[in-house]
């Protein structure tokens, strides 16, 4: 990949953009993580996604939750 637009094929094995920083996490199947996003000891389950930009650090996503890039 070599922008944050173009998308791997996902696969049951957690999806990690590589421009993404993931450092002491848990990922379910069917996972992804988008460009430049940062991720510390946090969980995410099964089909549970977030988009590029996000920061997630301390924080457990349930099932099949999506995380778009801005929330709230």
Known sequence: MSSPAEKPSLS??????PDALV???E???WT???AFTEMR?????D???IV????VVWTTIGNSAPLPETCG
């Open 41 to 45: 000891q946090s969980s995410m389950d």
């Open 23 to 25: 450092l002491d996490c």
């Open 52 to 55: 590029q930009g996000g920061d």
């Open 32 to 34: 992804e993580v988008g």
């Open 47 to 49: 089909y549970s996604y």
């Open 27 to 29: 990922l379910g199947y």
């Open 12 to 17: 049951s094995d957690p999806s990690i953009h």
